[in-house]
Every structure is written in structure tokens, then in C-alpha cells.
């Protein structure tokens, strides 16, 4: 790792595994370093040509459904310690938002999303790779949830979707991937025991650069 670069942890899981509260949760014991969050969701396809029916019928669990060349690209500029500005996708009309989220580099950047690491180029970008790993039960409860709270989805139309496409695109593409993992989390932010881990593995690492940053400033 260039001392210069930020580190890069990836993490990955299925829908409802857990892997924004594992997130989170790093984030939150490294609130005094440089730190930020990277949602792969936010790099959802542009849909505005597309009908409200037609943004309906898409695959949003299968990895084309991502502009995976957009997230490397701007994954590249923020390793560059260059600002950049992060697309905003809109749930409601399923599609992005006019908008867009001005983000500056930081120290550590959490890439967080479910096929984060389908893609050996965004792979090769990261410094530790992490799988949450539930239970497909826990998953599909915790995703009714959210649904239903934050995204006014109906429930058959949430039950619907698990069954035709969440479930078996989870095992296709998702659940293969965890064999790039560096470390496997059972139980996601409840597993304070890996949580810790990670945290001390990420602080080392930011002191090894921090060091190094030193040394060729007093060179």
C-alpha cells in the first residue's frame, strides 16, 4: 500500500446481512480518523428513460445492474485523494437523483454494497475485504422491514421480489463471492469479537502510514 493512498475495506453480504450495521459500526470506533462510507447502491444504473413499470422489473440484486465502470472511476479519484461528486440514487422513483453528493478524499474509505466483490477490478482496489454472513431468514425478515419503513414497498410486492429474484440471484452471484473474503462475519453488527478485530487491523494500518508519511516529511 502507497502511504499516500487511502485504505480501502470492502464490505460485502447479502441483502439484510447486516453489512451497513458492520459498517457503521467500524465507522463509529474510528470516528477521529479521516473516514467515510461508500454505498454501492448509490452507483445503481441511470433508469430515467425507462417507465415506472419497466424500473420495476429490474434485477436489482444481478451485477448489471450497477455502473460498476462509474464506482471505479470515482473509487480511483478518491485514491487519489481527489474530491468527487457521488451520485445520489432515489428509491422512491428508482432511478438516480438529479442531484449529486460533492464527497473529498479521506484516510479510510468503507465500500459497502453486495457485489462489491464480484468485480475482480474493485477487488483489486481494496486493502481488506470483509463477508457478512446470515442467515437467509434473518435476511429476508430484516429486508421486509426495511422495505416496508424506508421505501414504502408493499409486501407481496417485497415477498414477490425476494422469491423471483433476491433469493436466487443471492446465491448466484452474491454468496460466491465470499470465498475473496479476507474475513467471514457471522451475525453482522452483532459480532462485536470481529468488529474489534477489524478496527485494530485498520488502526495499524493507518499508523504504518502515518509513520511512513513522517519519515519522507523529514527526510
Partial sequence: MNQSNPVIIGVTGGSGSGK???????????????????????????????????????NYDHPLAFDTDLLIEQLKTLRQMKPIEMPVYDYTISTRSQETKHQEPRDVIILEGILILDDPRLRDLMDIKVFVDTDDDIRIIRRIQRDIKERNRDLDWIIEQYLATVKPTYHQFVEPTKRYADLIVPEGGQNQVAIDVLTTKIRSILTGKKNRRHQVETK
Fill in 20 to 58: 451497513t450495521s458492520v459498517s457503521r459500526a467500524i465507522y463509529n470506533q474510528l470516528s477521529n480518523e479521516s473516514i467515510m462510507i461508500m454505498q454501492q447502491d448509490a452507483y445503481y444504473n441511470d433508469q430515467s428513460s425507462m417507465t415506472m413499470a419497466e424500473r420495476r422489473a429490474v
